[in-house]
């Protein structure tokens, strides 16, 4: 108890969320550089529509939650949230993904290379699915912390992989 309410002190004093003082369980670790803290991307095509996502750790470690929106001008906001667990019995990195308008996902992601991999998986909304597959690839080291990450997101089609996009997201201060 004396240690999380110091903890807490230090974080306030710093002005770092709780969240950057988590010790994720081992399988979460390669996504350490994630949490406590917000990173956003512009989607090319100059339209103005931006991604931001925020990490924070759950349950001392236990889980790591992203919070998503998409903004675009004249479009209500694309809200999504993503809980990343160790399952003990598979032994691996799970997730589960819903969102505002009623989808659903729910996949698995290894460390491999340095990138977050997120094998094929479905996603699911009023009925139909679509199959993709997700690599993160953090970048711009600065003080041994990622500043950056590429989203490179792919969906299947009847010829094969296509890419749906290619984002950066910036650490935000």
Request: aromatic share 12%; hydrophobic share 35%.
């Amino acid at each position: 108890m004396r240690r999380l309410a110091v903890g807490m002190a230090l974080g306030a004093i710093a002005g770092v969320s709780m969240a950057a003082f988590a010790d994720p369980a081992p399988g979460l670790k390669p996504m350490a550089f994630l949490a406590g803290h917000c990173w956003k991307g512009e989607f090319p095509g100059g339209q103005q529509r931006t991604d931001t996502h925020c990490f924070a750790w759950l349950y001392e470690g236990k889980a790591l939650r992203d919070s998503h929106t998409v903004r675009a001008p004249g479009q209500p906001d694309y809200v999504g949230e993503t809980t990343y667990y160790w399952d003990p019995a598979a032994k691996r990195v799970e997730y589960l993904y819903i969102e505002n308008q009623g989808g659903i996902s729910h996949g698995t992601v290894t460390a491999e290379g340095g990138a977050l991999i997120f094998p094929a998986t479905q996603y699911v909304a009023e009925g139909q699915a679509m199959t993709y597959r997700v690599r993160w690839t953090p970048q711009g080291d600065a003080d041994g912390e990622p500043q950056s990450y590429e989203a490179w997101s792919e969906a299947q089609t009847k010829d094969g992989w296509s890419t749906m996009f290619k984002l950066a997201l910036k650490r935000q201060p």
